[in-house]
């Protein structure tokens, strides 16, 4: 059972992704779709680029957010970047109407929760690695949506 529920964790980011175009179809704004995925793409380079730039192994952030008998990965998280990202962009193109697709954001919301409390109860990141990820989703996320919307792509 346990592996069943780490195989949703570890392919979250995809399952995340295809929710999010899935739930961008009823825009009907094809660019917006495309430019989506270009940012998700940005997004999980800049997270590589986090990784393994700015948070070394031996940077005394991450020596102070990791315990020596854990598991651990890089700082910030990846999968929580990215289903950050996802989450965080769907809800700013959904134009305040999120009534609408209420369903699609609880199934975010259900698979959110808990694949942040697997990730942090099975010791893969610690709470500053989730936060950091967290942080660093929902600012990429914002960025790329204010980037489509001075270009006009979408249609407010």
Do not use: W
Not at 3 to 15: R, T, V
Not at 71 to 83: E, R, V, Y
């Amino acid at each position: 059972m346990l592996n069943y529920f780490d195989n949703i964790c570890k392919n979250s980011p995809d399952l995340f992704l295809i929710i999010t175009i899935l739930g961008l179809l009823h825009v009907n704004n094809y660019a917006l779709i495309l430019f989506f995925c270009l940012g998700f793409i940005v997004n999980n380079t800049l997270n590589r680029y986090l990784e393994n730039i700015i948070f070394k192994k031996d940077n005394e952030l991450t020596l102070l957010s990791q315990d020596d008998n854990e598991k651990h990965n890089d700082i910030p998280s990846g999968h929580l970047q990215s289903t950050t990202f996802c989450f965080i962009f769907y809800l700013l193109s959904n134009n305040n109407n999120y009534t609408k697709n209420i369903f699609i954001i609880f199934i975010y919301l259900f698979l959110y929760i808990f694949c942040t409390c697997h990730i942090i109860l099975y010791k893969y990141h610690t709470i500053v690695d989730v936060i950091s990820g967290m942080f660093f989703g929902t600012l990429f996320s914002y960025v790329c949506f204010k980037f489509i919307s001075y270009t006009k792509i979408i249609k407010r």
